[in-house]
């Protein structure tokens, strides 16, 4: 039996807004990898192909999407123009490009900010040494946040009930055998991060990828992003992320101290989380 496109009902499809519907599609749109088919989006939404293709030719007419070869889209002039504004009048980005900069030519690896969406980190800015091997990871990519350094640095540092509700949330998805599920386990490993100052994500996101990342704090002390490296296992090995730990941490709290952040003292872990001072 083939399976059909959608993997919703179009009564199901019915409950959702025609906006929810569209921001649904231009998320679509965005993902690595394209220019994307309008088949693709559907399956990728749940949306019905008709569906898909009237948010599609609205998008086009008002420049946020853009016809392909083949009957696929891509991200339009007019969309492009907007989100090369919003980042362009960051200031944390401001902050964030040259320290990223320092981190990718002292440590030869992979230097990128992400900020907290929901349950996700998204990845915002990148900066990338020449090399073949190309990490997964690019400017608006997610990963969930119990599996990324990145998103496991931003949680070691939000308040105790918002990280709760993403540590106990049902079935945290496994991106590899390694990644911690476990209630239990993550909260060691956000106490760890909490007592360092950063985060290690050993596979959890990537196989054979590590990561080391560190909570950026604005001036009220809330974690507005991350910023983080990584690479292969075996150039990141456990070795190096000792020596890389520190420099991600201290690029994370000259981006924080930018924005007037008062960045704690070491060895405070939160003992909700199941830590203990040091």
């Known amino acids: 039996m083939v399976k059909a496109v959608n993997t919703r009902s179009v009564d199901q499809e019915l409950v959702k807004g025609p906006v929810d519907k569209a921001m649904e599609v231009l998320d679509a749109l965005v993902q690595p990898g394209g220019p994307h088919r309008l088949g ?30 083949g009957g696929s889209y891509r991200p339009g002039p007019r969309l492009l123009g907007l989100a090369a504004a919003a980042l362009s ?68 540092a939000l308040p105790a009930v918002e990280a709760e509700a993403v540590v106990d949330a049902p079935d945290l998805e496994a991106r590899t055998p390694g990644t911690p599920t476990d209630p239990d386990a993550l909260r060691a490993v956000l106490a760890r991060a ?62 924080s101290a930018g924005l007037g952040a008062r960045t704690p003292a070491l060895g405070v872990v939160d003992t909700v989380r199941g830590g203990e001072e040091a």
């Open 40 to 69: 693709e989006i559907a399956r990728r939404t749940g949306l019905t192909k008709p569906t898909v293709h009237r948010h599609l030719r609205t998008m086009a007419e008002y420049g946020f999407a853009e016809p392909a070869e």
């Open 89 to 156: 009048d960051s200031r944390v980005l401001e902050l964030t490009r040259p320290a990223l900069a320092d981190l990718r030519r002292r440590t030869g690896h992979v230097a990128f900010y992400a900020v907290r969406h929901a349950s996700d980190a998204v990845y915002l800015e990148q900066s990338e040494p020449a090399r073949e091997y190309r990490m997964g990871t690019r400017p608006g990519h997610r990963s969930p946040l119990h599996t990324c350094g990145v998103g496991l640095a931003m949680l070691s």
């Open 194 to 255: 909490a007592l360092c100052g950063y985060a290690v994500d050993d596979e959890y996101d990537e196989p054979d990828v590590r990561s080391v990342a560190a909570p950026v704090l604005d001036a009220q002390g809330r974690a507005v992003g991350a910023i983080g490296i990584a690479g292969l296992t075996f150039t990141l090995d456990p070795g190096s992320v000792e020596v890389f730990g520190p420099m991600v941490r201290a690029a994370a709290r000259t981006v």
